[in-house]
């Protein structure tokens, strides 16, 4: 099975979890964003596209195209 490594970027002001992972095809992955005190979650973005101001993510790996 196919492993791939999914990259996380941000801003500072906070964390997401997990940071980085390499991951099979059909994993699942939960990913937190984590705000350090006085900031908050403004905007969220996944492969390019807005998801809002949210706390987590669940996100699939799917094969690679």
């Known amino acids: 099975n196919s492993q791939y490594l999914i990259a996380v970027s941000h ?21 937190e964003f984590k705000p350090d005190s006085g ?6 973005t ?6 809002g101001a949210v706390s987590s993510w669940d996100l699939t790996v799917e094969h690679a195209h």
């Open 11 to 31: 801003n500072a002001g906070g964390k997401i979890s997990p940071s980085t992972s390499v991951e099979s095809a059909g994993e699942k992955i939960h990913f």
């Open 39 to 44: 900031y908050k979650v403004s905007k969220v």
């Open 46 to 51: 996944i492969d390019g596209e807005p998801k």
